[in-house]
């Protein structure tokens, strides 16, 4: 199964000065089976903010080794319909949060993540979470 990484994830793992260790390794092993999936507006999550040229370059460097998933006019729509779902429901997110959801269930990904708002999401979408147990 692949596996498409959230930035939360990727973050705790790039940006923090000291790594979440155990996040780390599970990201490593994910990347050495080849299964990790990036698309454009996480790529741009964690690129933004990154405001020493330095430090922008590098993490720009690391990034290039995955190469953008398509994301199709169907994945939009279906984002925009997880939107109106989820408010329906009760459930506040972002477009992108939700264009994740929607990525993931048209490709059959999972999704690793460090935001709990992806549970809720779980509750009325169906997406599937990564899990390493």
């Known amino acids: 199964m692949r596996v498409l990484v959230d930035t939360s994830f990727w973050s705790s793992v790039l940006r923090r000065k000291s790594?979440?260790?155990?996040?780390?390794?599970l990201l490593s092993l994910l990347i050495e089976e080849f299964k990790v999936v990036m698309i454009g507006p996480i790529r741009q999550?964690?690129?933004?903010?990154?405001?020493?040229q330095t430090h922008f370059d590098h993490l720009k460097s690391q990034l290039t080794e995955f190469p953008n998933?398509?994301?199709?006019t169907e994945d939009y729509e279906l984002a925009a319909h997880y939107y109106n779902l989820g408010r329906e429901?009760?459930?506040?997110g972002s477009h992108i949060d939700y264009l994740i959801c929607a990525v993931s269930v048209a490709n059959d990904l999972e999704i690793l993540t460090l935001d709990?708002?992806?549970?809720?999401?779980?509750?009325?979408?169906?997406?599937k979470l990564y899990s390493s147990s």
């Open 116 to 127: 709990k708002d992806f549970k809720n999401y779980q509750n009325v979408l169906p997406i």
């Open 89 to 92: 429901n009760g459930i506040q």
């Open 45 to 52: 999550e964690l690129l933004s903010g990154v405001t020493k």
């Open 69 to 72: 998933y398509a994301i199709e």
């Open 19 to 25: 790594p979440e260790e155990n996040n780390a390794r």
